[in-house]
Nanobody, 114 residues
Framework: QVQLVESGGGLVQAGGSLTLSCVAS???????MGWYRQAPGKQRELVAG???????NYADSVKGRFTISRDNAKNTVYLQMNSLKPEDTAVYYC?????????WGRGTQVTVSS
């Protein structure tokens, strides 16, 4: 059974930083994982992803500000977010792809005040 549990969200001022964590169970190092976000009234969008080969990809809007990393020993994926902007305000979801099936966490709220 796959379970993804996010933490680390909160309220931060513009220019600040937050680190999100996603603890995964039922997922191996061979499974792709990523972070998505959904702002009110908008579609869910990919923020950053990491593949089993270690490659990463980012949305253009967060390149140079966000960093995704993975600790396979802890079954945890992180999203380091720097230079946060009000437009980064959203619910952030952890995602895993196991054998073509997509799994989601419940999300963690990130609010950036101006």
């Amino acid at each position: 059974q796959v379970q993804l549990v996010e933490s680390g969200g909160g309220l931060v001022q513009a220019g600040g930083s937050l680190t999100l964590s996603c603890v995964a169970s039922g997922i191996s190092r061979n499974n792709d994982m990523g972070w998505y976000r959904q702002a009110p009234g908008k579609q869910r969008e990919l923020v950053a992803g990491t593949s089993r080969g270690g490659s990463t990809n980012y949305a253009d809007s967060v390149k140079g500000r966000f960093t995704i990393s993975r600790d396979n020993a802890k079954n945890t994926v992180y999203l380091q977010m720097n230079s946060l902007k009000p437009e980064d305000t959203a619910v952030y979801y952890c995602n895993a792809n196991r054998n073509g099936f997509l799994y989601w966490g419940r999300g963690t709220q990130v609010t950036v005040s101006s």
